[in-house]
Each structure stands twice: as structure tokens, then as C-alpha cells.
């Protein structure tokens, strides 16, 4: 199987910040899980760079857009690494090929008499990019604001429009034979009853700036920014050309958005799709938002979260796997300093960390630094092992329908059991009297250690690669369908050192 996951791609108005992170380590996260799976993968993310709000930062800073988006960019680019996170590719809204291919997106869809001219008048947030109609606002004292609390202008352009209203039941029995399309399944029913509640044609360009790409045929025309973005990920894939090797394989993609950024994707894009002779997304993921402290995130209020300083802190893998244990992805999450200590020390350093330093010391002291697979086992044994399975068969189950915490949750009550197991059986205790049980339990523990291990690997990769390397074992033969064969019968172990160091408050 092969499959196509793709972040936003991120408006270059700013620099990156913990909401352009958590997306890129979920799509990470994914993509790695397909990978340990054995599939064929695309991992793409990249930048936005057209639009009035991106051009309305170069001049504020006194930029020219090109100039600007070319180096905001690239702490986009930059920051991946960072992360953790291993990219297929890195696209940007004004690359040529881009240019290209939302043109021909456009004459296709103006070919299949599916845009026609007109006049829009009515609302428009340049910070959402996006048009509203008045019942959509919020009224204040001074006028009316976005349900983001984005301010709002009233603009009145001649326009290109998009007949959406056309594809309203299309859409609908689209979701409504396809109800695993959009996840979670709240975010289903909410983008259903939208379509439902009827559709308008949806304005599709913009004459009152530059900073686009040219509408053909229509010089004074620039795109509207959201038709220019969503076609990079059929860009990424060779668009126009639909009979690459990369769209045949690829197309069509699950695309991880962020919750304000859904009716996006999950309506104009099919449509815009359908309308092109295109299939619809195969899945699209909303996540929920992250507050600071039980703070909105914002600009203004000076709280937003630099992912450069939280991973110097409490590191890389710590943050990565508490933004995916401690929240249900798909909901909202706190970040605080409390729980990212309480989650990490409990988990990462006590459950599974301390497990691995104690067993693997002990094995390196007392049983010649090497486990080597007994011959039987014990029933108390074999109850581990077959809860281990059924531990598998639900992180298999939670990470299908990209449900991390539930998956993580599952590895680490799974942990604990391998803890109390080793306080039952006590292998100190057996050193001088039963020397061969003693070895059979730290088989036992390791073996499982091992096997746990690789199921954290998506969400915490650089961890395991140092985990495994105790047992000397290379993540490049790591697979989720060999542990037989990825496992020696006779493990021999390295020096460790902790590899999660409790974080003090
Ligand atoms: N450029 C558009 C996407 C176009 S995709 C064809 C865009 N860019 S963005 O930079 O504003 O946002 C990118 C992502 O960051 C969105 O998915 C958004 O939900 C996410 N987040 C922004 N702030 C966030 C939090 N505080 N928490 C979690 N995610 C947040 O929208």
C-alpha cells in the first residue's frame, strides 16, 4: 500500500510556532507508523506564500514579497529537522511548477464550465483568509469581527466564482458513503451539516492586489489564496500530469489540518477536485487547537510557544511524546510546564525508562552482559507475552484510526504489567538459586521491552534508536510484521546510560 500524507502548507506572515510543529510531528508520526507497517510512503509539507496577509507582512516589514517569502521560508524548512521529523519533500507556492499547475487546475476547471464572472461584495478577513457572510460575524461595539476574532473588511470586486452551490450533493453522498473520510467522527457530522445547510458559489479571485498567481487569461485577476494553496498537494504529485507514476501511486492523499482550516479542505477542496475530474481526498484528520497555560495562543498577548525553546528544554522526544500521550488527538490541549513533567516523568522515565536501566544493569552485572532464548517457558511468562499480543492488537486498532494517546496509552499499561512482573519474579533474587529461571525472566522482559520499543519508534524515534542500540539492534530492519526474525535468539547488550532523565520542576 502506499499513502500520501501531507501537512498544511504554513503562511510565511511569521515565524513557526508550536501549532506548525504539532501538525508536522502528527504527520511524522504517521507517516513512520505506514513505514514500521511496510507501505510505501509521501510525507509533504511546506509554505503559503501568496495572499494579502502574506503581502500586507513584506510591506510591514519593508520586504518585497519575493524576497520575503524566500526567507521566511526557510524557517519553515528549518525547523523540520528540529523536530524530528524526515520530510519526502518540501513544497512552496511559488515555485514554478507550482504556478503551473494551479493554472491548469484553473483551465481544467473553466474548461468543465465550472467558473464564471462575476461581482463579489461582502465581507473579507485577510487574517483567515477567508470571505464570511454577515450571519457568520460577530457583532461588537465598533463593527463586526470573524468567529476567530479575526477583523473583517467589506470588499466589493469584480470576481471569478466557483460553482460550488453545484456540488452540494456530490458532497453529500460523497461523506455519507464514505463516513471515515473526515476524522474524528464530530468533525464529520460538523462538516456534513455545513454541506447540508446549503452551499454558495464561492468567489475565486481577487483584484485588489498583486501577490498571487495571475488568474490566465486575466491579467488583473490574482487566485484566491486557498485555491492557490490547496492544489500544491496534487502539485507535489506531478499535476497536471495525472498519469505519473507519483499521482498514480500517491493520489488520493490523507491530508492532517488543523480544525479552523476544515471547511477548507473538506469542502471546496473535493469540490474543487470533483469538479476537475479528480478523486477526493482519501482521508482528512482536524486536530484541535493547543493554549499556553489555559491561555488562548496569541500575538498580542505575547504567549505564543517558540517549539526552538521547548525542545532545548525538556527535549525533542519528551515534547513529541507528550503533545501525542497527553492529549486525544482531535482535541484541544493545554501545554503547561506541570503536566509536560508529570507526563514525562511518570511514563518515559519512570515506567519505561527505569524498566530498561534496571533490567539491561542487572543483565550487563549478573548474567554476562547477554540473554539468550530458553528453551520453555513458564505460564506466568507466557501470560505476558499473549497480553503483549493483545497490546499490539490495539495499538494496531488506536493508530488506524489515528487515535495516538489511546495507542501510547496501551503501550504503557502494557509496561507497567512488564513492571509487576518483574517485582513478582524478582530475577535479583534468584541469582544464587535458580540461575537458568533467572535468565529466562530477563529474556522474558527484554524481548518485550524490545517489542514495546518499536511501537513507540513513530513518536519517539530518536529515543528508540538509542533504546535499541542497547540491545544491538538497528532500526533499519525494524518492521512491524518480523518481530520473529528481527530478534535474535540471543540478545547481547551495551552499556546504557538513562535515556530519560526525570524533569525537575
Ligand atoms: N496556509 C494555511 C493552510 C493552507 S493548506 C492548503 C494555514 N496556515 S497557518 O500557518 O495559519 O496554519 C497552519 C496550521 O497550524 C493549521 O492547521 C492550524 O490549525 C495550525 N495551528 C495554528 N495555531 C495552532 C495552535 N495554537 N494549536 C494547534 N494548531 C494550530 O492555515
Known sequence: MSNFITTPIYYVNDVPHIGHAYTTIACDILTRYSKLKGNENFFLTGTDEHGQKVEKAALFNKKDPQNFVDEMSQNFRDLIPYLGC???EFIRTTEKRHKLAAQSLWNKLKDNDQIYLSNYEGWYSIRD???YLESELIKTDTGFIAPSGAPVDWVKEESYFFKLSKWEDKLIEYYETNPESILPHSRYNEVLSFIKGGLKDLSISRTTFKWGIKVPEADNHVMYVWIDALCNYITALNYPNTESDSFKKFWPGIHV??????????????AFLMAADIEPPKKIFAHGWWTNEGQKISKSVGNIINPYDIIDKYGLDQIRFFLFR???FGNDGDFSKDSIATRVNADLSNNYGNLIQRISSFILKNSDSKVSKPKNFKDTDLNLFKSFDETLYNYLKHMESFKIDRALKNIFDYLSEVNSYV???APWSLKNTDYERMVEVLYAVTLMTIKCSILLYPVIPSSIIKVLNIYNLSINDLN???FKNFLPDTIILNKTKPIFPRIEL
Open 86 to 88: 524526515e520530510i519526502d
Open 257 to 270: 489540518v488543523g480544525k479552523d482550516i476544515l471547511r477548507f479542505h473538506a469542502v471546496y477542496w473535493p
Open 423 to 425: 517485582d513478582t519474579q
Open 129 to 131: 483568509e477567508a470571505f
Open 326 to 328: 497527553e492529549i486525544p
Open 480 to 482: 512491524l510484521t518480523n
